[in-house]
């Protein structure tokens, strides 16, 4: 430690004390959360209080004779900080080993101290709550008391087992001296990167200390940041949110109508608006609650039209530099030269290396700022009639209106412990209460020359374009300007159909009008779905929308699921995820709930998928009209698999005892009812629905049997329905860290449906290479181009022989997806889908997604396949090539996509090298595959691998829960 | 002995034919093989500043796209250590040819800022191009801007990029002036030291399955070739500016035409694109073949022979001359 601090300049013991020499009461901890009890402990010092803390730098090993002496000996209590809980264990990691440290000392002798501490142990900080020095200080209050709590926690309110600490979150340790800044931005505007560069200009131009701390939601399209920036002359410990600002920003207008970004701001602060709206009329569009915090709290209020700016300067929708160069001008951190040269310097350091246009542009926009910033005279009084929204809709259900709702607004943390659901099941459908409004165009209907093909429908990401064919008498009671048409069926013509928008929901992706077959006949460039601007349209829109979902679905029974134009009217369960605007994956997955429905359990890796799939605030699969949804749970990368395997044993294992009650009590029940159930025929939609009759004439026959078996029946009897289980995951799961397992369970012959939602990188966590990755393409840990081929995860599975297998890409052919769903499905035995899906990490506009896919299977990079074995049985090849051969080279393909382009950009030989060898991979992948689907049967003999057989002696449950 | 050599912007050429820009003279190994099949002068591909710039922009809109959103993926590709956008890669080219072959390097320019001409004009100067051909490719599309606005500007550069340069400047311009022959001399009068005839533009094909407009891009023809002489022959001796032909010319013959309408060179691209870079050497053998039989010492000795000024007929290249054509062409379909 004494050679890093001479190398460094930086001073470590194993452990660190601070506070009074004759403290009475500490606190044991590790971690940056030290800071916020070292400004506690310096404030009480002031007041005269006897505290300090222990700052653990090395916890393994655990040096005990250095941390009793680094120990002030006239310590009476202490309480001990872990930031882990460690569920049936006597206490947490560290607690424990200061309890067992002061124990031996005590049994050896090694203390010369008098007094026997009292020992405590707390948590803090789990799921990153917040820890604060009004924290620090409620636990040095309760250190004083005679008997304080053990294993306490401190940040929630515990109001279940009541073991959180109460504090006073208006107790500061602020300096005053230090300048507090918040700004909210979206992330797509760049205000994350203008406030890292900030702080750098400021560290490295000023001699103040500076800090900066990013919050960003869960959300990957729209998704809002907040960037807590502190600088000031004295070093700053300060790690935790900045709850009182001198300075704050609003980056977007829309904010102000949902969150309250002035919340934080000081009396007196300065207030920094972007607004599309002059200083003259600003005021006027302000909500109500906002102008009075602005008289109340006596903002000085900034307005610009940054958006106006980055137009007039080429800089599109990035609005960083701009508002950057407002925020150094006001805040005055810097004389304005010598800020915008500073603010010039970190452009040219930022983007230099992206060209000479990226610079210039960036420095016109800094050079043209200024001229725009205005202040805004604040009147005496607030007159608007505008109020803040609330965050979700008065009329949603109690849970999402209570719990989620404060959750979408930035406010979870103040919710108790007893407002979590008691097992940590969250409720299904709440997505749709969540009304982001991120779209600044959403697509319109033109109903006149639609052909009502459901391409649009197939490919949204986000569910928010549905179609639906009904009665025309419901019409009467349709608002104004809601749409509809003659349906394009001929069993649905005395009907009427609607593709409706839900304009709220959308994020503006145009994936929709990309793949519009249809243009009219006097404007080619007129869809039958375009692009327009969302506010206008968002109210009527909106009600349109409400009236639509109210509209009764089409029985699943009258349509036809192999159909593209037919699974448009399938109802969808899985909407309005946080998914990046275009994604490639969530149409696999939306799919997958309109086809299979309320049947549906998924086990979902860790990823993108269980990230949108999942998470807080809102879930985007919901549930049918009547009340049934997927069951969907997430787990880890490397087990993901054998997860779903378990669900499907325990399926299994329900069907077959739920059979042996049926047959039981089939003299109860009626032995036709019992046979009915028994024999059910469920490969078809009609089959499914005659056995959910069955079952609702079993539970009501149930509910008047009172016998244990009765009561274990109607438990269970759910499971007499057939399930599809799906294990769903990307390919870092499917191709690298869940590999092994997932061979384990193709391997087992179990009926288990997997997808694989290809996107060639580890999607979630920023493009990292995977086994997937196609050669050539540049990804982090591959940056000068993977130099190996994609593994074929679809030849490894079909080596079996007992696996069904596909490679599918929705942009290369929608109506091959819908149809290897259907056969996945319903092949008896592992089922294994492999579905290209183009991502942001691919680098080019996501509106082009499909487009690429089409190119992809065109270039003969990602040919559409099938393996089905059961066409073995019928004495075919069980190897179907779909696709045709290739017919654009893969540079063709691969060169619309930055992960290729910026290799030959970097290094133009190494890319024209990897390139060939690209192009040698397809050439031969093709060669193989076509081969492959051109060998007779007679290669592959009939009963090698057989399914059936494999079934036989690997599946002991009894069939109730299987397929055919 | 034939003396087939020539000069063009007051550069010795071994021979009159120049091969003009095309994606073959990206290549070191193609310009040498140039040399070598007897072209007595290579033009490189332009550079074209408005698609650095759009590179630029991509490379930016790549990198940003999704970044600083999401805590676990603050961006979604590795920023690599460069990216090679700007001239670079241009001026190596430049640099390289230069080393490599003896024959004048001309540089192809076409900017879209008004400094940009003049910027990358002296950045290839400084490479080591033996001059500078000014591609002035632009489709002026709104009908808001004048033609006198166009020409003035067009001049303008001309002017500026010549302050900057001190090595030989052409000008390769398209025949869409109401006043070609004005245009002409403007451009000889703004320091214009060639001026290549005429570009050719691509123009977009309608897919009436797809209702989309499809880039096409065909090959020039000889057929094209009439055009060029008609204004090479209309200008010689109106301009101090060494002309060119480009576009059309495929054969000895079109070489022929091209230097007796008065050009000091014929440009070849699609001929190269559809023989081979060989063909120079047998066109060239056919050019020698033709003055032996001819009796022509050299071609300078032909150049601007059947320029307006020198026929015998110079209302030929005038409206006389198209209503004669259209009143025969009428007499023999009525025959």
């Given at each position: 430690?004494?050679?890093?601090?001479?190398?460094?300049?930086?001073?470590?013991?194993?452990?660190?004390?601070?506070?009074?020499?004759?403290?009475?009461?500490?606190?044991?901890?590790?971690?940056?959360?030290?800071?916020?009890?070292?400004?506690?402990?310096?404030?009480?010092?002031?007041?005269?209080?006897?505290?300090?803390?222990?700052?653990?730098?090395?916890?393994?090993?655990?040096?005990?004779?250095?941390?009793?002496?680094?120990?002030?000996?006239?310590?009476?209590?202490?309480?001990?900080?872990?930031?882990?809980?460690?569920?049936?264990?006597?206490?947490?990691?560290?607690?424990?080993?200061?309890?067992?440290?002061?124990?031996?000392?005590?049994?050896?002798?090694?203390?010369?101290?008098?007094?026997?501490?009292?020992?405590?142990?707390?948590?803090?900080?789990?799921?990153?709550?917040?820890?604060?020095?009004?924290?620090?200080?409620?636990?040095?209050?309760?250190?004083?008391?005679?008997?304080?709590?053990?294993?306490?926690?401190?940040?929630?309110?515990?109001?279940?087992?009541?073991?959180?600490?109460?504090?006073?979150?208006?107790?500061?340790?602020?300096?005053?001296?230090?300048?507090?800044?918040?700004?909210?931005?979206?992330?797509?505007?760049?205000?994350?990167?203008?406030?890292?560069?900030?702080?750098?200009?400021?560290?490295?131009?000023?001699?103040?200390?500076?800090?900066?701390?990013?919050?960003?939601?869960?959300?990957?399209?729209?998704?809002?940041?907040?960037?807590?920036?502190?600088?000031?002359?004295?070093?700053?410990?300060?790690?935790?949110?900045?709850?009182?600002?001198?300075?704050?920003?609003?980056?977007?207008?829309?904010?102000?109508?949902?969150?309250?970004?002035?919340?934080?701001?000081?009396?007196?602060?300065?207030?920094?608006?972007?607004?599309?709206?002059?200083?003259?009329?600003?005021?006027?569009?302000?909500?109500?609650?906002?102008?009075?915090?602005?008289?109340?709290?006596?903002?000085?209020?900034?307005?610009?039209?940054?958006?106006?700016?980055?137009?007039?300067?080429?800089?599109?929708?990035?609005?960083?530099?701009?508002?950057?160069?407002?925020?150094?001008?006001?805040?005055?951190?810097?004389?304005?030269?010598?800020?915008?040269?500073?603010?010039?310097?970190?452009?040219?350091?930022?983007?230099?290396?992206?060209?000479?246009?990226?610079?210039?542009?960036?420095?016109?926009?800094?050079?043209?700022?200024?001229?725009?910033?205005?202040?805004?005279?604040?009147?005496?009084?607030?007159?608007?009639?505008?109020?803040?929204?609330?965050?979700?809709?008065?009329?949603?259900?109690?849970?999402?209106?209570?719990?989620?709702?404060?959750?979408?607004?930035?406010?979870?943390?103040?919710?108790?412990?007893?407002?979590?659901?008691?097992?940590?099941?969250?409720?299904?459908?709440?997505?749709?209460?969540?009304?982001?409004?991120?779209?600044?165009?959403?697509?319109?209907?033109?109903?006149?020359?639609?052909?009502?093909?459901?391409?649009?429908?197939?490919?949204?990401?986000?569910?928010?374009?549905?179609?639906?064919?009904?009665?025309?008498?419901?019409?009467?009671?349709?608002?104004?300007?809601?749409?509809?048409?003659?349906?394009?069926?001929?069993?649905?013509?005395?009907?009427?159909?609607?593709?409706?928008?839900?304009?709220?929901?959308?994020?503006?992706?145009?994936?929709?009008?990309?793949?519009?077959?249809?243009?009219?006949?006097?404007?080619?460039?007129?869809?039958?779905?375009?692009?327009?601007?969302?506010?206008?349209?968002?109210?009527?829109?909106?009600?349109?929308?409400?009236?639509?979902?109210?509209?009764?679905?089409?029985?699943?029974?009258?349509?036809?699921?192999?159909?593209?134009?037919?699974?448009?009217?399938?109802?969808?369960?899985?909407?309005?995820?946080?998914?990046?605007?275009?994604?490639?994956?969530?149409?696999?997955?939306?799919?997958?709930?309109?086809?299979?429905?309320?049947?549906?359990?998924?086990?979902?890796?860790?990823?993108?998928?269980?990230?949108?799939?999942?998470?807080?605030?809102?879930?985007?699969?919901?549930?049918?009209?009547?009340?049934?949804?997927?069951?969907?749970?997430?787990?880890?990368?490397?087990?993901?698999?054998?997860?779903?395997?378990?669900?499907?044993?325990?399926?299994?294992?329900?069907?077959?005892?739920?059979?042996?009650?049926?047959?039981?009590?089939?003299?109860?029940?009626?032995?036709?009812?019992?046979?009915?159930?028994?024999?059910?025929?469920?490969?078809?939609?009609?089959?499914?629905?005659?056995?959910?009759?069955?079952?609702?004439?079993?539970?009501?026959?149930?509910?008047?049997?009172?016998?244990?078996?009765?009561?274990?029946?109607?438990?269970?009897?759910?499971?007499?329905?057939?399930?599809?289980?799906?294990?769903?995951?990307?390919?870092?799961?499917?191709?690298?860290?869940?590999?092994?397992?997932?061979?384990?369970?193709?391997?087992?012959?179990?009926?288990?449906?997997?997808?694989?939602?290809?996107?060639?990188?580890?999607s979630n966590t920023g493009g990292q290479m995977s086994k997937a990755t196609p050669r050539g393409a540049v990804a982090k840990f591959a940056t000068g181009g993977k130099h190996a081929g994609k593994k074929d995860l679809a030849m490894e599975a079909i080596s079996y022989g007992s696996v069904y297998v596909a490679r599918v890409a929705m942009g290369g052919s929608d109506t091959h997806t819908v149809k290897t769903f259907l056969e996945a499905e319903a092949y008896n035995g592992p089922s294994l889908i492999i579905a290209y899906s183009h991502c942001i990490a691919h680098g080019y506009d996501m509106s082009q997604g499909m487009a690429q896919q089409k190119a992809a299977v065109l270039s003969g990079y990602w040919p559409l396949m099938r393996y089905d074995p059961e066409l073995r049985a019928a004495g075919k090849n069980p190897f179907q090539l779909d696709s045709r051969a290739p017919s654009i080279p893969f540079k063709q393909y691969a060169y619309q996509e930055a992960r290729y382009t910026m290799l030959a950009r970097s290094n133009p030989e190494a890319a024209r090298e990897l390139l060939h060898l690209a192009q040698e991979d397809v050439d031969r992948q093709w060669r193989v595959y076509s081969s492959r689907a051109g060998t007779t049967e007679a290669a592959e003999s009939p009963d090698s691998g057989s399914p059936t057989a494999a079934l036989v002696t690997l599946q002991p449950v009894a069939a109730g829960g299987e397929k055919k | 002995m034939i003396d087939i050599t020539t000069t063009y912007l007051g550069l010795p050429m071994k021979s009159p034919i120049v091969a003009s820009a095309s994606p073959l003279c990206e290549s070191l190994e193609n310009i040498r093989h140039m040399e070598d099949a007897g072209a007595g002068g290579v033009v490189l591909p332009s550079l074209f500043e408005e698609q650095l710039d759009l590179e630029s922009q991509a490379v930016d809109s790549d990198l940003s796209r999704g970044s600083e959103s999401f805590a676990e993926s603050l961006d979604y590709l590795p920023d690599l250590h460069t990216y090679n956008l700007g001239a670079d890669g241009y001026l190596e080219l430049i640099r390289k040819a230069r080393e490599r072959v003896s024959i004048p390097v001309i540089a192809s320019l076409n900017g879209v800022s008004p400094g940009g001409w003049a910027r990358y004009a002296g950045m290839m100067e400084q490479a080591g191009a033996d001059a500078i051909e000014l591609n002035i490719y632009a489709i002026i599309t709104d009908p808001n801007i004048e033609s006198a606005d166009v020409e003035r500007n067009y001049c303008d550069l001309v002017r500026q990029v010549k302050a900057n340069v001190s090595i030989p400047v052409a000008v390769k311009l398209s025949h869409f002036f109401t006043a070609v022959g004005n245009m002409g001399k403007q451009l000889d009068a703004a320091g214009a030291n060639g001026l290549v005839l005429f570009n050719r533009f691509y123009q977009p094909d309608f897919d009436i399955e797809s209702l989309e407009i499809v880039p096409s891009l065909t090959l020039s023809r000889p057929q094209e070739l009439l055009l060029r002489l008609h204004w090479v022959a209309i200008l010689y001796g109106w301009v101090k500016a060494d002309l060119a032909v480009t576009g059309g010319v495929h054969s000895a013959e079109d070489v022929l035409k091209s230097v007796m309408a008065g050009a000091h060179v014929a440009m070849m691209t699609s001929a190269l694109l559809q023989h081979g870079i060989d063909h120079v050497a047998s066109v060239l053998a056919h050019l020698v073949r033709w003055m032996e039989k001819h009796e022509y010492e050299s071609i300078n000795q032909m150049r601007g022979s059947m320029s307006q000024r020198s026929v015998e007929d110079p209302a030929a290249f005038e409206r006389g001359n198209y209503m004669r054509v259209l009143s025969s062409y009428t007499l023999q379909k009525t025959r």
């Open positions: 430690m004494d050679r890093f601090a001479a190398r460094t300049g930086r001073h470590y013991r194993l452990f660190d004390y601070v506070g009074a020499p004759d403290a009475e009461r500490v606190i044991v901890m590790m971690g940056s959360g030290a800071g916020a009890v070292e400004e506690t402990v310096e404030q009480l010092l002031q007041q005269g209080e006897k505290v300090g803390l222990l700052k653990v730098r090395l916890f393994r090993p655990f040096a005990a004779e250095a941390f009793i002496s680094a120990l002030p000996k006239t310590v009476q209590s202490l309480a001990v900080l872990d930031r882990t809980k460690e569920p049936g264990s006597l206490g947490e990691p560290l607690y424990l080993d200061v309890v067992t440290a002061l124990s031996e000392a005590r049994t050896a002798g090694s203390t010369d101290s008098q007094i026997v501490p009292r020992v405590i142990g707390g948590r803090y900080g789990l799921a990153s709550k917040e820890f604060t020095p009004a924290m620090a200080r409620a636990i040095f209050d309760e250190l004083k008391g005679s008997k304080p709590k053990n294993h306490f926690t401190v940040g929630i309110h515990d109001d279940v087992t009541h073991t959180s600490l109460d504090y006073d979150p208006k107790f500061s340790t602020e300096d005053p001296g230090t300048v507090r800044a918040l700004f909210y931005g979206l992330g797509s505007d760049g205000t994350v990167g203008a406030n890292k560069n900030s702080i750098k200009i400021i560290g490295k131009n000023t001699d103040n200390y500076a800090q900066g701390y990013f919050v960003y939601d869960s959300k990957k399209a729209g998704s809002v940041t907040v960037s807590h920036l502190r600088f000031g002359p004295r070093p700053i410990r300060s790690s935790y949110l900045i709850t009182r600002a001198s300075f704050v920003a609003c980056h977007q207008f829309q904010f102000l109508e949902r969150m309250d970004v002035l919340d934080c701001a000081e009396p007196g602060a300065t207030f920094l608006l972007n607004a599309p709206i002059g200083a003259d009329e600003v005021w006027g569009h302000l909500p109500q609650s906002v102008q009075e915090v602005i008289i109340q709290k006596k903002l000085k209020f900034y307005l610009i039209d940054g958006y106006k700016v980055a137009r007039e300067t080429g800089m599109g929708n990035r609005i960083n530099t701009i508002m950057q160069t407002c925020f150094f001008a006001i805040s005055g951190v810097l004389p304005r030269e010598q800020a915008i040269e500073a603010i010039k310097g970190a452009i040219r350091e930022t983007y230099g290396k992206r060209g000479e246009a990226v610079v210039s542009k960036n420095f016109v926009a800094v050079d043209h700022t200024l001229s725009h910033l205005q202040q805004v005279t604040v009147p005496a009084a607030a007159n608007s009639r505008l109020r803040v929204l609330p965050p979700v809709p008065e009329r949603a259900p109690a849970f999402v209106r209570d719990v989620i709702g404060p959750m979408i607004s930035g406010r979870g943390d103040d919710l108790p412990v007893s407002a979590m659901p008691v097992d940590g099941t969250f409720p299904t459908g709440t997505a749709m209460w969540e009304k982001r409004n991120i779209a600044q165009q959403i697509p319109v209907w033109d109903e006149q020359i639609c052909i009502q093909c459901g391409k649009c429908v197939l490919v949204c990401p986000h569910a928010v374009i549905r179609a639906k064919v009904y009665d025309a008498l419901l019409l009467g009671n349709a608002p104004e300007g809601f749409k509809s048409e003659k349906p394009r069926w001929r069993e649905f013509e005395s009907l009427r159909y609607t593709l409706q928008v839900s304009p709220e929901d959308c994020t503006g992706c145009e994936l929709c009008v990309e793949v519009c077959p249809v243009k009219s006949k006097s404007e080619a460039k007129h869809k039958a779905i375009n692009m327009q601007p969302q506010a206008p349209l968002r109210e009527r829109e909106s009600a349109n929308w409400d009236f639509f979902t109210h509209l009764p679905e089409t029985g699943r029974n009258q349509l036809s699921h192999s159909q593209v134009k037919d699974v448009q009217l399938l109802e969808p369960l899985f909407e309005f995820s946080g998914a990046c605007a275009g994604c490639g994956e969530t149409p696999y997955i939306k799919l997958l709930t309109q086809l299979f429905g309320d049947r549906l359990m998924i086990a979902n890796a860790t990823g993108c998928s269980s990230i949108y799939g999942g998470n807080l605030p809102t879930t985007p699969y919901t549930l049918n009209s009547l009340g049934r949804g997927p069951a969907w749970s997430n787990s880890l990368f490397e087990d993901n698999a054998e997860f779903g395997l378990g669900m499907r044993l325990a399926v299994d294992q329900q069907a077959a005892y739920a059979r042996e009650l049926v047959a039981r009590l089939a003299a109860q029940l009626g032995d036709s009812l019992a046979s009915g159930l028994l024999n059910a025929e469920q490969s078809s939609e009609a089959g499914i629905e005659a056995q959910r009759e069955r079952l609702a004439e079993l539970k009501k026959k149930i509910a008047t049997l009172d016998s244990p078996e009765a009561r274990d029946l109607l438990a269970i009897a759910d499971a007499l329905v057939r399930k599809s289980v799906w294990l769903v995951g990307g390919d870092g799961w499917a191709y690298d860290i869940g590999a092994g397992g997932l061979d384990h369970v193709l391997g087992s012959g179990m009926n288990v449906n997997v997808l694989v939602l290809d996107t060639e990188v580890y | -």
